[in-house]
Antibody
Framework: QVQLQESGPGLVKPSETLSLTCTASDGSISSDTYYWSWIRQPAGKGLEWIGRVYTTGSTNYNPSLKSRVTMSLDTSKNQLSLKLTSVTAADTAVYYC?????????????????????WGQGTLVTVSS | EIVLTQSPGTLSLSPGERAALSCRASQSVRSNYLAWYQQKPGQAPRLLIYDASSRATGIPDRFSGSGSGTDFTLTISRLEPEDFAVYYCQQYGSSPKTFGQGTKVDIK
């Protein structure tokens, strides 16, 4: 089973850019079978999907964050990255990366994206001056 | 956006008892693309159930999922001490993917 490990600064100043990396223990980052997502969880609260990226570079972001989010893959390093600009205290959370499977459907000419498994252990990012 | 509402917010039960957790969607979940996750303090969520009723690899058979359309249920037939945790439902049938607010199962 692949293991995912998030890394990045634990403290970011307001109005700056949050940058995180997630490293996969195997080469599945390069597989067209999967898509890759970031999900966050403020302390004591629920889970919020941030967005997803395919190996082709295709992205889809949560409309609530779309204007501030960029996700990308570096297949040579087995890494997924997240950039979130203009952060505020409301962006303080544990950030998780997760892998999902996707399936092509000839009938619709599109992919269906499925459940998240596995997840990384998460990394806490605090936005504070 | 599909809003998932979980109930109850907290379920207080004793080991050995049966737990039934509800997840109601604001609109029909396409192809019953609904998952359940378990989260313990300080840990990442763990997949329990996918496609509403399929158990993930390694998940004990005391966990079962049911439902379709807008109403889904996670049932734990006999609570073990390690089952006391927070449970989230999640839909992946439409974008954005959304989660319920969680149900905490704690020891009575």
């Amino acid at each position: 089973q692949v293991q995912l490990q998030e890394s990045g600064p634990g403290l970011v100043k307001p109005s700056e850019t949050l940058s995180l990396t997630c490293t996969a223990s195997d080469g599945s980052i390069s597989s067209d079978t999967y898509y890759w997502s970031w999900i966050r969880q403020p302390a004591g609260k629920g889970l919020e999907w941030i967005g997803r990226v395919y190996t082709t570079g295709s992205t889809n972001y949560n409309p609530s964050l779309k204007s501030r989010v960029t996700m990308s893959l570096d297949t040579s390093k087995n890494q997924l990255s997240l950039k979130l600009t203009s952060v505020t205290a409301a962006d303080t959370a544990v950030y998780y990366c997760a892998r999902g499977e996707k399936y092509w459907h000839d009938s619709t000419g599109s992919y269906s994206e499925h459940w998240f498994d596995p997840w990384g252990q998460g990394t806490l990012v605090t936005v504070s001056s | 956006e599909i809003v998932l509402t979980q109930s109850p917010g907290t379920l207080s039960l004793s080991p050995g008892e049966r737990a039934a957790l509800s997840c109601r969607a604001s609109q029909s979940v396409r192809s019953n693309y609904l998952a359940w996750y378990q989260q313990k303090p300080g840990q990442a969520p763990r997949l329990l159930i996918y496609d509403a009723s399929s158990r993930a690899t390694g998940i004990p058979d005391r966990f079962s999922g049911s439902g379709s359309g807008t109403d889904f249920t996670l049932t734990i037939s006999r609570l073990e001490p390690e089952d006391f945790a927070v449970y989230y439902c999640q839909q992946y049938g439409s974008s954005p993917k959304t989660f319920g607010q969680g149900t905490k199962v704690d020891i009575k």
